[in-house]
């Protein structure tokens, strides 16, 4: 098998990313247009796809914002039978690659708090710091984002931090000796499917959890996968 990591060109593969999304997020979430995707790209985003053996499997999707050296990552996905390899790591660092060589030094997006994976990727793997909580920002959705508001995380990667650096060296950061802990469920999924009264209770905790450390002055800084477990640290002046 060949996996290549490359930028999208031409509307086959734009409406391939089109419905790469249906299969990742559901066919009741709303997908990005490819024709949207292809402009963007035109006009200075980022859309990018693994392909394994000419297939798409995976693809992260950015664009400009209003401070020339701020890029906003909208969409990063991989089919469900590409997961655990390792791949969507190999997206960001591709996406990392490709925005320092336009002078691009500042990536954010957002994310679901309660998802240990993203979590994982997120904060552990990439090195990103959170500063910032959305409570219900995106109002009800659909799709497996459906049942809970939709809180979101805001991601910061400062990706010419000396963390995230080495970080992209495959170097090994340990977590704050002293930090705060906010602990999440280990499999939100289940527990919504199973309990959704405790699924809320807990997206209700986490919130409050987080938020008070927040505004405590602690930023999340590490993720300990094990327990799991949000690791906040006080915020450098």
Not at 79 to 93: A, E, H, I, V, Y
């Amino acid at each position: 098998m060949s996996l290549v990591l490359r930028d999208l060109s031409g509307m086959p593969e734009f409406l391939a990313a089109e419905e790469l999304q249906r299969q990742i997020w559901g066919k009741d979430d709303t997908a990005d247009p490819a024709d949207l995707m292809m402009v963007i790209q035109h006009e200075g985003g980022l859309v990018a796809g693994a392909f394994e053996d000419g297939t798409l499997v995976g693809y992260v999707f950015g664009f400009p914002t209003r401070e020339a050296h701020v890029q906003h990552s909208h969409r990063l996905g991989v089919l469900p039978t590409m997961r655990g390899g390792g791949l969507s790591l190999q997206l960001k660092r591709y996406q990392r690659d490709w925005c320092l060589a336009r002078g691009i030094t500042l990536v954010r997006w957002t994310f679901d708090p309660l998802r240990v994976t993203n979590a994982h990727l997120n904060v552990a793997r990439l090195g990103v710091i959170v500063r910032t909580y959305h409570a219900d920002y995106y109002g009800a959705m659909a799709g497996i984002n459906a049942g809970l508001p939709s809180d979101r995380l805001l991601a910061e990667w400062h990706l010419d931090a000396p963390a995230v650096a080495a970080l992209a060296r495959g170097e090994r950061i340990h977590p704050p000796e002293e930090a705060r802990r906010v602990v999440i469920p280990a499999d939100i999924d289940a527990l919504l499917s199973t309990a959704p009264e405790q699924a809320l209770a807990e997206r209700l905790r986490v919130r409050a959890e987080i938020s008070a450390g927040l505004r405590d002055g602690y930023v999340i800084t590490g993720f300990d996968r094990a327990t799991p477990a949000y690791l906040m640290a006080r915020a450098m002046a």
